[in-house]
């Protein structure tokens, strides 16, 4: 891969790598490890000696109690993992087989799948060059054109499909603007499922991500802010949509003083003691962890004053973001040498990694409806993430 | 619960309650309680101490081995839980929306809703009175006289669907009888997934449970023969549909030096490192549990010639068991003190469980297709499962 440079691009690639050097030390560089510096060991001694290892016990109870308390949500479902959590929320929101379900093209491709599990179709978004997350203006457009209301629900004019709901992303931690987002949901009749898998510790003002609608999905895969070793959870403030979830969960299990019966069809999608156990010291320490990834975010903004030919990506006036993964954009005209840019980096042990190929192209979804993907089009190619451990 | 006894039947409820009793001893008896003599926390403590706690990991590669050698079993892939290592295994085998898969009426809702979830249909056949698993005379009587052959493939006459695979279970640990599933798949085209879940360490002769079809299906649930807090495996000695499983339980991730491409439908079903580090302690000492728990049968046998209105259930000629879950089948007369026997063993701290509610009632499930039912109709609120701990 990669191709002939010139000197100014040599220099460029150089100066990238030294602005990184200057903030994380000469050591390998890789995206996001974990910080253990807590309780983890204990706990899950604590776990092993009580025998409750498996998804009733003790650390389970706390984590959500904690993680409630944390994020303000009244109620809080932990799950085996993030794409769980989103297929739990989604399939228990109302929705029906088909329906339409809107999330921006640039996203893990968790996202989609969910809404696959679910029965339901994607329906793909353009994204904001400010923050990476859908565009809520351009979405406006597109849905005033292409929809139209029938008995109260937004119905695609073109696959006259309901659209259901719409999935935002708070991509790389970066939380999206909630008032807008409510206005458009409000405007258009959405269900709102936020995904908030790799947002938690960031605000959109002092509300925490993934608690504007009718729920938000955390993610505490090995590579997250906070790591269970697998693990997810629901955020809602609903009652009733939260029993449903914790009894669908539990592979629909009715309350009975000795029968065994499932009352429909459920899943068996509950976060094990053992995983909760290390999501409840690694809690703990959660002020440590987003007060050291901020700073890391802080250095790597003094170094790459040298690189004007990127853009590093800064939480907006609204928002205080977690910093889960510092994102560079380059420039336009800097497209070019993505590949150079990509392998120097591996050969200086320093890994960087671009941003998913958007999924309206991938060959499972590319037959799925889309907005136009102007800005999408054009950041493809440019966007890369940054080592961000929080103990470098 | 509960009606009035009579005194003959206050003593058979004592004289079970004693047998328990000697067995166990004084204390609360729960069914099945996990057993940590190992390495579980040295090698927990190891997976913080290395950062490696997600589902990339040496102890996910290590159990997967382990379990390979032991079972004997060519791959062995790690998941998250039982219920997705079934799901994955059925969704992987070539299985077209709608089509039917034949599982025993009498087993956890899990078997059933992994098939509902890759989009299949479950049909229902009776058990033997013997093992409590499919009973396969009646099962070819009932395929000979309800399907026929069309293009290869063995079709319901009534539904008109294709029936493509079986899921028998070894129920409670006690092997089915490998050689007749052999012939009946044979004979009707049918594809073989195991319903391995309870039966790690059960063997057919010499050969492990769950290696006879396409592929095999354990978990390590918490209240498994051993644990890994949550956690599951397909075994397989296909190597293409074992690749395929990798591909599709890893979120369908392709291959390549730095683009982050997905080119199906993929789930995220991998066992992480910290279960896996768990689950290799456990199966080091395996040999130990599994020698305990044939004791604590052994035990059982001799005090229940004290209860000859009851039957346990004993490995077949054919079969080298577990004992997972240790089971008695009460005479057909003695149905009426059910509840009153599960009321009074409760009074005395002693867990015992019924069977689950066969699967063709419950009402997600009674609209499908399911053959006779004369022998699960029969055996219905006469099984109960007893304290069954290794410890014990």
């Keep these: 891969m990669g191709s002939n440079i010139t000197a100014t691009q040599e220099k460029k690639i150089n100066d990238f790598i030294l602005a990184i050097r200057q903030v994380c030390g000469k050591k390998a560089l890789s995206l996001h490890e974990p910080h253990f510096t807590g309780n983890e060991v204990n706990y899950l001694k604590d776990c092993i000696k009580s025998n409750y290892v498996s998804s009733i016990g003790d650390y389970?109870?706390?984590?959500?109690?904690?993680?409630?308390?944390?994020?303000?949500?009244k109620n809080v479902i932990a799950t085996i993992n993030g794409t769980a959590a989103l297929h739990l929320a989604?399939?228990?929101s109302?929705?029906?087989?088909?329906?339409?379900?809107?999330?921006?093209?640039?996203?893990?491709?968790?996202?989609?799948?969910a809404i696959r599990y679910a029965g339901a179709i994607p329906h793909f978004c353009d994204v904001s060059k400010k923050d990476l997350n859908i565009d809520f203006e351009l979405l406006d457009d597109y849905l005033r054109l292409n929809t139209e209301s029938h008995s109260g629900f937004c119905t695609n004019k073109l696959t006259k499909r309901r659209i259901f709901g719409i999935i935002p992303v708070h991509l790389y931690g970066q939380p999206?603007?909630?008032?807008?987002?409510?206005?458009?949901?409000?405007?258009?009749?959405?269900?709102?499922?936020?995904?908030?898998?790799?947002?938690?510790?960031?605000?959109?003002?002092?509300?925490?991500?993934?608690?504007?609608g009718l729920a938000g999905c955390l993610s505490f895969n090995g590579n997250k802010i906070i790591t269970t070793g697998g693990g997810g959870a629901i955020l809602t403030n609903n009652n009733s949509f939260a029993k449903k979830v914790r009894h669908i969960s539990t592979t629909s299990k009715v309350s009975h003083p000795y029968k065994l019966i499932h009352d429909e069809l459920g899943y068996n999608y509950r976060m094990p003691n053992i995983n909760a156990a290390v999501g409840c010291a690694q809690l703990e320490t959660f002020e440590k962890i987003k007060k050291a990834k901020r700073g890391l975010h802080?250095?790597?903004q003094t170094v790459f004053?040298?690189?004007?030919?990127?853009?590093?990506?800064?939480?907006?006036d609204y928002a205080n973001s977690n910093y889960w993964l510092n994102t560079v954009v380059l420039n336009k005209k800097e497209t070019f040498f993505y590949e150079n840019l990509l392998e120097r980096c591996k050969e200086n042990d320093i890994f960087i990694r671009p941003s998913w190929e958007p999924l309206h192209t991938l060959k499972m979804f590319c037959q799925f409806p889309s907005s136009g993907m102007e800005n999408m089009n054009s950041l493809n190619e440019r966007i890369f993430n940054l080592p961000s451990s929080p103990f470098l």
């Design 305 to 316: 004053e040298s690189c004007p030919w990127l853009n590093l990506v800064k939480e907006q």
């Design 94 to 113: 109302g929705i029906s087989t088909n329906d339409e379900i809107l999330l921006p093209s640039l996203t893990f491709v968790g996202t989609a799948n």
């Design 176 to 212: 999206i603007h909630v008032n807008k987002l409510l206005r458009l949901a409000s405007k258009y009749n959405l269900v709102i499922v936020e995904d908030a898998a790799e947002s938690l510790g960031s605000f959109y003002n002092s509300q925490h991500t993934g608690t504007a």
């Design 298 to 300: 802080d250095r790597y």
């Design 90 to 92: 989604i399939y228990c």
């Design 60 to 73: 389970v109870v706390k984590f959500e109690r904690m993680l409630s308390e944390y994020t303000g949500a």
